[in-house]
């Protein structure tokens, strides 16, 4: 079988991406998923993106991470929509079904700005919190992020904190009243990625309900490039989430199946 695939990146979380519109996609077979997303043997990628119609929104979003396993993908979201506007299912905004659900989004240029999810729940330990943005998210303020290994070190609480589920693990740095600096190891992917859009989401509400900022406009540094998050907060939830950053495609191609 010849795949025709397309690359995109947002923020540095790079993604195979495929139109899959017309249901031809094994998405049983794993073990193409993962050979897919192979940076050595495949493509290369964090995750595998299907792009699919959807019967109550403009299209729908599959999202594998490089191990197959499935899960909400913010980078990976707003990639997929600016997907959908290369290939004109879309024109400035969309609606479009995840495994978490509906989402908006808005695309101008190459910025896209992703509606997620409400947020609640958020367990407040001493020395970290827990939160949910459509993936799990453990995030840690840490001194001195850019010595960390956050592989090692990511691996050690994705492990032993969370069982077989396992969760991302973000780790944060505060650089000013509303920037943090942020390094995330990411289940499914079991690396430190450049970036992680529900990861950074997690950090930014995190950081609000934590009073490390009073900011409804967050800035985040992730290694592979800036995005912004916003949101309302109202009786303990948070709303009106946007996460907002570039998405681009790098190239297209076929591979041999
Ligand atoms: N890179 C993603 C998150 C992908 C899912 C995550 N690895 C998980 O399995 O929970 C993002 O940009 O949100």
Redesign the pocket.
């Known amino acids: 079988m010849v795949l025709q695939f397309f690359k995109y990146q947002?923020t540095g979380?790079d993604f195979v991406v495929i139109d899959n519109r017309e249901d031809f996609f094994p998405k049983n077979n794993i073990t193409l998923i993962t050979k897919l997303c192979d940076r050595r043997f495949g493509v290369g990628g964090?995750?595998l993106i299907l792009l699919e119609n959807d019967p109550a929104s403009d299209f729908k979003m599959e999202?594998f991470?490089s191990d197959g396993?499935?899960?909400?993908?913010?980078?990976?979201?707003?990639c997929v929509v600016a997907f959908a506007h290369y290939l004109g299912v879309i024109g400035k905004d969309a609606t479009f079904n995840a495994i978490d659900g509906l989402h908006y989004a808005t695309i101008e240029g190459d910025i896209v700005n992703l509606k997620m999810n409400d947020v609640d729940g958020i367990k407040e330990k001493p020395a970290y919190s827990f939160l949910d943005?459509?993936?799990?998210?453990h995030v840690q303020l840490v001194q001195n992020l850019n010595d960390l290994d956050v592989k090692i070190e990511g691996a050690k609480l994705r492990y032993g904190l969370y069982g077989k589920s396992?969760?991302?693990i973000n780790f944060v740095e505060q650089s000013n009243a509303d920037t943090f600096k942020v390094r995330?190891y990411?289940?499914?992917?079991e690396d430190e990625?450049l970036?992680?859009?529900?990861?950074?989401?997690a950090v930014a509400i995190a950081m609000h309900k934590e009073g490390k900022t009073i900011s409804k406009n967050v800035k985040i540094n992730a290694v592979g490039g800036d995005l912004t998050i916003s949101f309302e907060q109202q009786n303990g939830s948070y709303t009106d989430i946007f996460l907002k950053g570039p998405a681009k495609q790098i190239y297209k191609g076929e591979i041999e199946c």
């Not at 396993?69 to 707003?78: A, L």
């Not at 970036?195 to 989401?201: F, L, Q, R, Y």
Request: aromatic share 2%.
């Open positions: 947002g979380n964090d995750g999202y991470n396993s499935q899960s909400m993908c913010g980078n990976g979201g707003r943005t459509g993936s799990p998210h396992g969760s991302n995330t990411e289940r499914g992917v990625t970036s992680c859009g529900t990861g950074v989401t």
